[in-house]
């Protein structure tokens, strides 16, 4: 079974667009996989972080991702900063990257841009990001087009360690995942569903209240055509409620037309904040159970002890043909 590996970085929020467009085809693919499955700490470290924050969405991310029916059982789940070995291959393989690769990954571009007075890790966390990928020989790497550049550069990295060194690294493909149905910010249906603290009424949260579910959907931006029709370009509210209900519920989006064909806004609305309730009431209930268990702790244990060995003896392995021993 070919390896296949996925990052998530704990910031922000979980939102419902994320559950829909990226986390239900990350469940799909751990059993076509063999999955490994991480929390990107380090990386969230290449801009300040608020430390009590960072600690709790460590645990709170891991624990909603495997409510979200990422198992344990087919699915190797761990902390990156638990590992020590990934920092310091990375340190190797950064002596091995030239500044001008690194430079030119976009988001360096993009951040490095907002603030003159960046860190070096932001420079350097593409390289980190190829030791995530290739101390464990993954074989794909799930990605947007957009992050598409980032395992090219780890291939990159990898053909010259092993063409300098002697073969070391398995070349990782980028895995580019057919795009999951884009949820729309409610308030601006033109924007993606992204962080709460963006659009906190037009994002609904994994964590949100029965309450605060209605209450969001209830007050999403729809139009005054009264007509409940599946048109982006047109409709782009109601084809947006239409999706999410279509996504949660598996119901065909032209069954829910029919359904509510002669019914109002308010009527149709009150079903899609039921469908998503529903639905996220039952992630909440296993998200609850998970959060301070004992299960939670062996699972990452688990997690840790499995990448820490293939860590170090990919580390050995480079330090021994670098030269770097005693």
Avoid: W
């Amino acid at each position: 079974m070919k390896r296949i590996l996925t990052g998530i970085k704990p910031t922000g929020e979980i939102t419902l667009g994320n559950y829909i467009g990226a986390i239900k085809q990350m469940v799909n693919m751990q059993d076509e996989y063999e999955t490994y499955l991480f929390v990107a700490d380090l990386h969230a470290l290449t801009v300040p972080q608020d430390p009590k924050e960072l600690h709790d969405r460590i645990k709170r991310f891991v624990a909603m991702y495997i409510a979200c029916g990422m198992d344990p059982n087919k699915c190797t789940i761990y902390i990156q900063s638990e590992n020590v070995y990934i920092p310091a291959m990375s340190y190797l393989l950064e002596c091995t990257t030239s500044y001008g690769e690194a430079s030119r990954m976009i988001q360096f571009k993009e951040k490095s841009k907002e603030n003159k007075n960046f860190s070096v890790g932001l420079l350097t966390y593409p390289v980190l990001m190829a030791v995530d990928i290739l101390y464990c020989d993954a074989d794909y790497v799930p990605v947007g087009i957009d992050q598409k550049q980032h395992v090219e550069l780890a291939r990159d990295i990898a053909i010259r360690f092993n063409s300098r060194y002697g073969d070391t690294f398995n070349i990782p493909e980028p895995l580019v995942t057919s795009v999951g149905t884009k949820i729309k910010d409610l308030k601006d249906p033109s924007k993606k569903m992204s962080k709460t603290e963006d659009s906190p009424t037009g994002v609904i949260s994994m964590y949100d209240t029965k309450e605060e579910i209605t209450k969001k959907i209830m007050g999403a931006t729809t139009d005054s055509d009264n007509t409940i029709k599946f048109d982006p370009d047109n409709k782009p509210g109601i084809s947006n409620l239409l999706n999410i209900a279509s996504s949660l519920s598996g119901r065909k989006i032209e069954e829910i037309e029919q359904e509510f064909a002669r019914s109002g806004y308010g009527d149709f609305k009150k079903y899609v904040a039921s469908v998503v309730v529903e639905k996220l009431g039952e992630i909440q209930d296993k998200y609850n159970k998970l959060i301070n268990s004992d299960e939670l702790n062996k699972i990452l244990d688990e997690g840790k002890t499995k990448t820490e060995k293939l860590a170090k003896e990919k580390y050995e392995l480079m330090k021994q043909r670098m030269g770097v021993i005693r």
